[in-house]
Every structure is written in C-alpha cells, then in structure tokens.
Nanobody
C-alpha cells in the first residue's frame, strides 16, 4: 500500500522557518515527480513546488526565493524548506507523487497524496 506521510508543520511567527518532510512507503518514488500543494481557508488547493526525478524544480511565484524543495531518493523522502514565512503562507500543506516524467502543477496529474500537515504563521 502506497503511503505519503507529511511531518514538520506547526506554528511559527512571521519571518520564521519550517521544514516539511514527506516520507513515502509502499514503492520507490525515485523516478516520480514529487510535489507540494497547499490549501488555505476558503481557497482551492494550489501548487507550491515540484521536483522531478532528475532534481529539476518549479515553484509557485508566491514562494520563489523563500521555499526550497529537495529530495533524498535513498530515504524515499521529499522536503520543503520554508524561510521568511508570511501569514499568507498559512495553510494545510500536502505532499503528492506523480507518475509523469516532468513536473506538473495541476493536482489532477498527481496519483498519490498525503494527509496534510498544518502550517500556521502568526503576524
């Protein structure tokens, strides 16, 4: 059974940092595109960042320069380092895996999803 489990969320003050982790099990994801999405209250889920099997990355413009996605294929884990956090980054963050070879930003292109982890940024 394929599982994605996020961790690392929490409450942080504006300007602070958090690192989210997503541990995958049930199959290897070293050849999969991995992505982070988020859903803020009252909004639809949106793409945050993605990383391909080769390490290529894509970011939502709103997080460029502040967030960094990375992966450790040996650990079957993907990370999202979030710096200079803003109150508008408050959301539930989801990890997802896609069978596409290249990064996709639409959630319908992702096959597996984690349960989400809450990130709250206070002003």
């Amino acid at each position: 059974q394929v599982q994605l489990v996020e961790s690392g969320g929490g409450l942080v003050q504006a300007g602070g940092s958090l690192r989210l982790s997503c541990a995958a099990s049930g199959r290897t994801f070293s050849d999969a595109v991995m992505g982070w999405f988020r859903r803020s209250p009252g909004k639809e889920r949106e793409f945050v960042a993605g990383i391909s099997w080769s390490g290529a990355t894509t970011y939502n413009d709103s997080v460029k320069g502040r967030f960094t996605i990375s992966r450790d294929n040996a650990k079957n884990t993907v990370y999202l380092q979030m710096n200079s956090l803003k109150p508008e980054d408050t959301a539930v963050y989801y990890c997802a895996a896609s069978s596409y070879r290249f990064i996709r930003i639409m959630e319908r292109n992702y096959d597996y999803w984690g349960q989400g982890t809450q990130v709250t940024v206070s002003s």
